[in-house]
Protein backbone atom coordinates (compact mmCIF):
# COMPACT_ATOMS: atom_id res chain seq x y z
CA UNK A 1 0.00 0.00 0.00
CA UNK A 2 1.25 3.49 -1.27
CA UNK A 3 1.62 5.75 1.96
CA UNK A 4 0.60 9.08 2.45
CA UNK A 5 3.07 11.55 1.89
CA UNK A 6 1.42 14.96 2.24
CA UNK A 7 0.22 16.06 5.36
CA UNK A 8 -2.89 17.93 6.97
CA UNK A 9 -5.12 16.97 4.08
CA UNK A 10 -8.17 15.99 4.64
CA UNK A 11 -11.23 15.07 2.17
CA UNK A 12 -13.80 18.41 1.54
CA UNK A 13 -16.85 17.05 1.65
CA UNK A 14 -19.65 19.47 -0.89
CA UNK A 15 -22.98 20.10 -0.39
CA UNK A 16 -24.23 17.91 -3.11
CA UNK A 17 -24.09 14.00 -2.09
CA UNK A 18 -23.57 10.80 -3.90
CA UNK A 19 -27.05 10.21 -3.64
CA UNK A 20 -27.87 13.47 -5.04
CA UNK A 21 -26.15 12.86 -8.23
CA UNK A 22 -27.22 8.90 -8.06
CA UNK A 23 -30.82 10.54 -8.50
CA UNK A 24 -30.01 13.22 -11.40
CA UNK A 25 -28.54 10.43 -13.02
CA UNK A 26 -31.14 8.08 -12.67
CA UNK A 27 -28.65 5.58 -12.30
CA UNK A 28 -26.36 4.10 -9.18
CA UNK A 29 -22.07 4.56 -9.53
CA UNK A 30 -20.13 1.53 -9.75
CA UNK A 31 -17.07 0.05 -10.59
CA UNK A 32 -17.44 -2.96 -13.20
CA UNK A 33 -13.62 -4.06 -13.13
CA UNK A 34 -12.94 -6.47 -16.49
CA UNK A 35 -9.96 -8.80 -15.62
CA UNK A 36 -8.59 -11.38 -17.92
CA UNK A 37 -5.33 -12.43 -20.24
CA UNK A 38 -4.75 -10.17 -22.85
CA UNK A 39 -6.43 -11.24 -25.84
CA UNK A 40 -9.32 -11.96 -23.72
CA UNK A 41 -12.09 -9.77 -24.89
CA UNK A 42 -11.79 -7.40 -21.63
CA UNK A 43 -12.26 -4.19 -23.90
CA UNK A 44 -14.37 -5.71 -26.45
CA UNK A 45 -17.11 -6.93 -23.56
CA UNK A 46 -16.36 -3.38 -22.03
CA UNK A 47 -16.90 -1.41 -25.82
CA UNK A 48 -20.18 -3.24 -26.58
CA UNK A 49 -21.63 -2.99 -22.41
CA UNK A 50 -20.80 0.94 -22.86
CA UNK A 51 -22.86 1.04 -25.86
CA UNK A 52 -25.99 -0.90 -24.73
CA UNK A 53 -25.69 0.91 -21.35
CA UNK A 54 -26.00 4.59 -23.56
CA UNK A 55 -29.00 3.24 -25.72
CA UNK A 56 -30.30 2.87 -22.67
CA UNK A 57 -29.67 5.94 -21.33
CA UNK A 58 -26.93 5.89 -18.67
CA UNK A 59 -23.96 7.12 -18.66
CA UNK A 60 -20.20 5.04 -18.51
CA UNK A 61 -16.98 5.67 -18.45
CA UNK A 62 -14.33 3.23 -19.94
CA UNK A 63 -10.92 3.30 -18.67
CA UNK A 64 -8.77 1.29 -20.59
CA UNK A 65 -5.50 -0.25 -19.86
CA UNK A 66 -3.86 0.74 -22.81
CA UNK A 67 -5.89 4.45 -22.70
CA UNK A 68 -4.24 5.13 -19.56
CA UNK A 69 -1.13 4.19 -19.85
CA UNK A 70 -0.75 6.46 -22.54
CA UNK A 71 -1.79 9.36 -20.21
CA UNK A 72 -1.53 9.50 -16.30
CA UNK A 73 0.40 5.81 -15.93
CA UNK A 74 2.66 6.88 -18.84
CA UNK A 75 5.73 6.65 -16.34
CA UNK A 76 5.12 2.96 -15.03
CA UNK A 77 6.54 -0.32 -16.97
CA UNK A 78 5.21 -3.91 -16.44
CA UNK A 79 7.41 -4.76 -13.45
CA UNK A 80 5.44 -6.26 -10.15
CA UNK A 81 5.67 -2.96 -8.73
CA UNK A 82 4.61 -1.01 -11.63
CA UNK A 83 1.68 -2.80 -12.20
CA UNK A 84 0.57 -2.72 -8.35
CA UNK A 85 0.73 1.23 -9.12
CA UNK A 86 -0.58 1.63 -12.13
CA UNK A 87 -4.18 -1.12 -10.47
CA UNK A 88 -3.85 1.51 -7.61
CA UNK A 89 -4.39 4.81 -9.25
CA UNK A 90 -6.62 3.06 -11.70
CA UNK A 91 -8.93 2.06 -8.55
CA UNK A 92 -8.57 5.13 -6.94
CA UNK A 93 -9.48 7.14 -11.06
CA UNK A 94 -12.45 4.45 -10.53
CA UNK A 95 -13.79 5.52 -7.16
CA UNK A 96 -13.91 9.49 -7.95
CA UNK A 97 -15.93 8.39 -11.21
CA UNK A 98 -18.06 5.97 -9.23
CA UNK A 99 -18.89 8.95 -6.30
CA UNK A 100 -20.18 11.45 -9.60
CA UNK A 101 -22.54 8.40 -9.95
CA UNK A 102 -21.08 7.16 -13.33
CA UNK A 103 -20.56 3.17 -13.96
CA UNK A 104 -16.79 3.10 -14.52
CA UNK A 105 -15.67 0.30 -16.69
CA UNK A 106 -12.29 -0.39 -15.98
CA UNK A 107 -10.44 -3.15 -18.57
CA UNK A 108 -7.31 -4.09 -17.43
CA UNK A 109 -5.38 -7.47 -17.25
CA UNK A 110 -4.75 -6.96 -13.56
CA UNK A 111 -3.05 -10.25 -13.25
CA UNK A 112 -2.38 -10.43 -9.43
CA UNK A 113 -5.29 -11.20 -7.20
CA UNK A 114 -3.36 -9.24 -4.27
CA UNK A 115 -3.90 -5.89 -6.36
CA UNK A 116 -7.31 -6.51 -7.41
CA UNK A 117 -8.14 -7.20 -3.34
CA UNK A 118 -6.61 -3.70 -2.85
CA UNK A 119 -8.93 -2.08 -5.40
CA UNK A 120 -12.17 -3.85 -3.59
CA UNK A 121 -11.16 -2.70 -0.54
CA UNK A 122 -10.50 0.72 -1.58
CA UNK A 123 -13.82 0.97 -2.61
CA UNK A 124 -15.56 -0.85 0.06
CA UNK A 125 -13.93 1.58 2.86
CA UNK A 126 -15.87 4.29 0.76
CA UNK A 127 -19.28 2.04 0.45
CA UNK A 128 -19.13 2.04 -2.62
CA UNK A 129 -19.90 -0.68 -5.01
CA UNK A 130 -16.87 -2.74 -6.84
CA UNK A 131 -18.05 -5.70 -9.05
CA UNK A 132 -15.41 -7.61 -10.43
CA UNK A 133 -15.71 -9.81 -14.03
CA UNK A 134 -13.69 -12.77 -14.77
CA UNK A 135 -13.11 -12.06 -18.97
CA UNK A 136 -11.89 -15.51 -18.70
CA UNK A 137 -10.11 -17.18 -22.11
CA UNK A 138 -8.21 -20.17 -22.07
CA UNK A 139 -4.56 -19.05 -22.85
CA UNK A 140 -4.76 -21.36 -26.52
CA UNK A 141 -7.76 -19.06 -27.76
CA UNK A 142 -6.13 -15.81 -26.31
CA UNK A 143 -3.00 -16.53 -28.14
CA UNK A 144 -4.77 -17.70 -31.18
CA UNK A 145 -6.40 -14.71 -31.32
CA UNK A 146 -3.23 -12.65 -30.35
CA UNK A 147 -5.10 -8.98 -32.09
CA UNK A 148 -1.36 -7.13 -31.11
CA UNK A 149 0.11 -9.47 -31.84
CA UNK A 150 2.12 -9.73 -28.05
CA UNK A 151 2.10 -13.16 -27.68
CA UNK A 152 3.94 -13.74 -30.66
CA UNK A 153 6.40 -10.98 -29.69
CA UNK A 154 6.40 -12.59 -26.20
CA UNK A 155 6.84 -15.92 -27.73
CA UNK A 156 9.79 -14.37 -29.65
CA UNK A 157 11.74 -12.81 -26.35
CA UNK A 158 11.11 -9.80 -27.44
CA UNK A 159 8.26 -8.65 -24.27
CA UNK A 160 9.56 -9.31 -20.87
CA UNK A 161 7.14 -9.82 -18.42
CA UNK A 162 3.96 -10.79 -20.18
CA UNK A 163 0.96 -11.99 -18.74
CA UNK A 164 0.22 -15.99 -19.35
CA UNK A 165 3.81 -16.26 -21.43
CA UNK A 166 6.81 -15.04 -18.68
CA UNK A 167 4.41 -13.28 -16.17
CA UNK A 168 1.61 -15.49 -14.54
CA UNK A 169 -2.16 -14.67 -14.10
CA UNK A 170 -3.99 -15.20 -10.77
CA UNK A 171 -7.40 -15.74 -11.70
CA UNK A 172 -10.33 -14.38 -9.30
CA UNK A 173 -11.67 -17.16 -6.78
CA UNK A 174 -14.83 -15.54 -6.14
CA UNK A 175 -16.01 -12.87 -9.04
CA UNK A 176 -19.33 -11.34 -9.43
CA UNK A 177 -19.51 -12.43 -13.28
CA UNK A 178 -17.80 -14.99 -14.90
CA UNK A 179 -18.05 -14.60 -18.49
CA UNK A 180 -16.25 -17.79 -20.63
CA UNK A 181 -15.50 -15.56 -24.01
CA UNK A 182 -14.07 -18.42 -25.77
CA UNK A 183 -17.45 -19.95 -25.67
CA UNK A 184 -20.29 -17.58 -25.55
CA UNK A 185 -21.16 -14.62 -27.86
CA UNK A 186 -21.19 -10.58 -27.44
CA UNK A 187 -24.53 -10.37 -27.11
CA UNK A 188 -24.77 -12.53 -24.39
CA UNK A 189 -21.81 -11.47 -22.53
CA UNK A 190 -23.13 -8.21 -22.47
CA UNK A 191 -26.58 -9.62 -21.34
CA UNK A 192 -25.97 -11.30 -18.50
CA UNK A 193 -23.86 -7.97 -17.63
CA UNK A 194 -26.87 -6.04 -18.03
CA UNK A 195 -29.27 -8.61 -16.29
CA UNK A 196 -26.84 -8.22 -12.88
CA UNK A 197 -26.73 -4.68 -13.49
CA UNK A 198 -30.65 -4.45 -13.26
CA UNK A 199 -30.98 -7.13 -10.68
CA UNK A 200 -28.53 -5.37 -8.16
CA UNK A 201 -30.61 -1.77 -8.67
CA UNK A 202 -27.71 -0.32 -10.30
CA UNK A 203 -30.22 0.39 -13.34
CA UNK A 204 -33.47 0.28 -13.69
CA UNK A 205 -34.66 -2.66 -14.95
CA UNK A 206 -37.75 -0.97 -17.13
Not at 39 to 55: D, I, N, R, Y
Not at 123 to 136: L, M, N, P, Y
Amino acid sequence: MTDQKATNVHWHQGDVTREDRNQLLGQKGATLWFTGLSGSGKSTVAVALEKALFQRGKLTYRLDGDNVRLGINKNLGFSAEDRAENIRRIGEIAKLFVDSGVIALSSFISPYLEDRERVRELHRESGFAFIEIFVDCSLAAAEERDPKGLYKKARAGEIKNFTGIGDPYEAPQSPEIHLHTDQMSLEQEVEIIIDYLKQQGFIATA
